[in-house]
Protein backbone atom coordinates (compact mmCIF):
# COMPACT_ATOMS: atom_id res chain seq x y z
CA UNK A 1 0.00 0.00 0.00
CA UNK A 2 1.14 3.30 -1.07
CA UNK A 3 0.55 6.28 0.93
CA UNK A 4 1.51 9.34 -1.16
CA UNK A 5 1.43 13.14 0.53
CA UNK A 6 -0.72 14.99 -2.77
CA UNK A 7 1.96 17.71 -2.29
CA UNK A 8 1.75 21.65 -0.78
CA UNK A 9 1.55 23.82 -3.85
CA UNK A 10 -2.32 24.33 -3.90
CA UNK A 11 -2.80 22.69 -7.40
CA UNK A 12 -4.34 19.80 -8.44
CA UNK A 13 -2.70 16.64 -8.78
CA UNK A 14 -0.59 16.74 -12.22
CA UNK A 15 -1.03 20.39 -12.50
CA UNK A 16 2.05 22.22 -12.34
CA UNK A 17 3.15 24.14 -9.43
CA UNK A 18 4.17 27.95 -9.22
CA UNK A 19 7.90 27.15 -10.09
CA UNK A 20 6.66 25.40 -13.41
CA UNK A 21 7.12 22.03 -11.80
CA UNK A 22 5.13 18.72 -12.20
CA UNK A 23 5.11 15.89 -9.40
CA UNK A 24 6.01 12.86 -11.27
CA UNK A 25 5.65 10.67 -9.24
CA UNK A 26 1.51 11.71 -8.32
CA UNK A 27 1.04 11.48 -12.09
CA UNK A 28 2.76 7.73 -11.99
CA UNK A 29 0.30 6.67 -9.43
CA UNK A 30 -2.79 7.53 -11.19
CA UNK A 31 -5.08 4.61 -11.13
CA UNK A 32 -2.49 2.47 -9.15
CA UNK A 33 -4.77 -0.05 -7.31
CA UNK A 34 -3.14 0.21 -3.85
CA UNK A 35 -2.06 3.79 -3.87
CA UNK A 36 -3.35 6.73 -2.18
CA UNK A 37 -2.84 10.20 -1.94
CA UNK A 38 -3.08 12.39 1.20
CA UNK A 39 -4.35 15.81 1.05
CA UNK A 40 -4.60 17.64 4.62
CA UNK A 41 -7.23 19.29 5.95
CA UNK A 42 -6.75 22.07 8.66
CA UNK A 43 -8.22 19.58 11.70
CA UNK A 44 -10.32 16.27 11.89
CA UNK A 45 -13.56 16.95 11.09
CA UNK A 46 -16.65 16.20 13.37
CA UNK A 47 -20.56 16.30 12.25
CA UNK A 48 -21.33 19.43 14.43
CA UNK A 49 -17.86 20.91 13.51
CA UNK A 50 -16.78 20.37 10.15
CA UNK A 51 -13.30 21.06 9.02
CA UNK A 52 -11.79 22.62 5.77
CA UNK A 53 -9.03 21.86 3.30
CA UNK A 54 -5.69 23.40 4.51
CA UNK A 55 -4.84 26.26 2.16
CA UNK A 56 -1.73 24.51 0.77
CA UNK A 57 -2.55 21.04 -0.11
CA UNK A 58 -2.94 19.99 -3.65
CA UNK A 59 -6.28 18.39 -4.38
CA UNK A 60 -7.26 15.56 -6.70
CA UNK A 61 -9.24 18.53 -9.22
CA UNK A 62 -11.09 17.38 -11.84
CA UNK A 63 -9.53 13.89 -12.69
CA UNK A 64 -12.46 11.21 -11.48
CA UNK A 65 -9.24 8.38 -11.46
CA UNK A 66 -7.26 10.64 -9.16
CA UNK A 67 -10.63 11.53 -7.33
CA UNK A 68 -10.95 7.93 -6.38
CA UNK A 69 -7.72 7.92 -5.23
CA UNK A 70 -7.71 10.80 -3.05
CA UNK A 71 -8.33 11.15 1.04
CA UNK A 72 -7.95 13.72 3.23
CA UNK A 73 -6.50 14.26 6.89
CA UNK A 74 -6.63 16.49 10.19
CA UNK A 75 -3.47 18.27 10.37
CA UNK A 76 -3.88 20.62 13.79
CA UNK A 77 -0.08 22.34 13.51
CA UNK A 78 -1.52 25.18 16.11
CA UNK A 79 -1.20 21.60 17.98
CA UNK A 80 1.30 19.40 17.17
CA UNK A 81 3.97 22.28 15.55
CA UNK A 82 4.02 19.97 12.38
CA UNK A 83 2.04 20.98 8.73
CA UNK A 84 1.83 19.60 5.35
CA UNK A 85 0.77 16.53 3.27
CA UNK A 86 4.04 14.93 4.50
CA UNK A 87 2.54 14.75 7.76
CA UNK A 88 -0.46 13.74 6.62
CA UNK A 89 0.36 10.80 4.47
CA UNK A 90 2.08 8.60 7.56
CA UNK A 91 -1.33 8.95 9.33
CA UNK A 92 -2.52 7.01 6.29
CA UNK A 93 0.16 4.78 6.32
CA UNK A 94 -0.50 4.50 10.24
CA UNK A 95 -4.00 3.49 9.55
CA UNK A 96 -3.10 1.09 6.65
CA UNK A 97 -0.89 -1.07 9.35
CA UNK A 98 -3.90 -0.98 11.88
CA UNK A 99 -6.24 -2.75 9.63
CA UNK A 100 -3.49 -5.30 8.05
CA UNK A 101 -3.39 -6.17 12.15
CA UNK A 102 -6.84 -6.92 12.14
CA UNK A 103 -7.80 -8.12 8.70
CA UNK A 104 -4.40 -10.48 8.21
CA UNK A 105 -5.51 -12.61 4.82
CA UNK A 106 -6.26 -9.11 3.39
CA UNK A 107 -4.50 -7.80 -0.10
CA UNK A 108 -2.86 -4.53 0.24
CA UNK A 109 -5.91 -3.43 -2.46
CA UNK A 110 -8.31 -4.38 -0.02
CA UNK A 111 -6.69 -2.26 2.83
CA UNK A 112 -6.58 0.44 0.41
CA UNK A 113 -10.15 0.10 -0.82
CA UNK A 114 -11.41 -0.47 2.79
CA UNK A 115 -9.59 3.33 3.61
CA UNK A 116 -10.98 4.72 0.65
CA UNK A 117 -14.67 3.08 1.04
CA UNK A 118 -15.01 4.40 4.78
CA UNK A 119 -13.78 7.91 4.62
CA UNK A 120 -16.56 10.56 5.53
CA UNK A 121 -18.01 13.44 3.64
CA UNK A 122 -20.13 14.81 6.29
CA UNK A 123 -17.05 16.10 8.66
CA UNK A 124 -15.82 18.45 6.01
CA UNK A 125 -17.34 21.82 5.13
CA UNK A 126 -18.72 22.17 1.49
CA UNK A 127 -17.46 18.82 0.66
CA UNK A 128 -16.77 18.87 -2.87
CA UNK A 129 -14.65 15.65 -4.55
CA UNK A 130 -12.26 17.93 -6.87
CA UNK A 131 -11.18 19.08 -3.49
CA UNK A 132 -11.73 16.29 -0.79
CA UNK A 133 -11.41 13.12 -3.18
CA UNK A 134 -13.46 10.32 -1.54
CA UNK A 135 -12.97 12.62 1.88
CA UNK A 136 -11.77 12.49 5.24
CA UNK A 137 -10.02 8.76 6.42
CA UNK A 138 -11.87 7.50 8.99
CA UNK A 139 -9.87 4.39 11.10
CA UNK A 140 -13.15 4.10 13.05
CA UNK A 141 -15.16 2.92 10.19
CA UNK A 142 -12.59 1.14 8.69
CA UNK A 143 -11.84 -1.37 11.26
CA UNK A 144 -16.24 -1.60 11.85
CA UNK A 145 -16.93 -4.89 9.94
CA UNK A 146 -15.80 -8.34 10.61
CA UNK A 147 -14.09 -8.94 7.18
CA UNK A 148 -13.61 -6.95 4.02
CA UNK A 149 -13.82 -8.01 0.51
Do not use: C, W
Not at 53 to 60: E, V
Not at 94 to 106: E, Q, R
Not at 114 to 142: K, M, P, V, W, Y
Amino acid sequence: MISKAAGNDSVAIGSTNASGNVDYLNVALKGAQSAIYVGALNTNGTTSAPTTLAYYSNTPGADATVQRQFLVVGVDGAKTGLYGTSFAAPIIAGYSAILSSKFTKASSTQITNQLLNTARQDTISNFDAATHGRGEASITRSLAPVSIQ
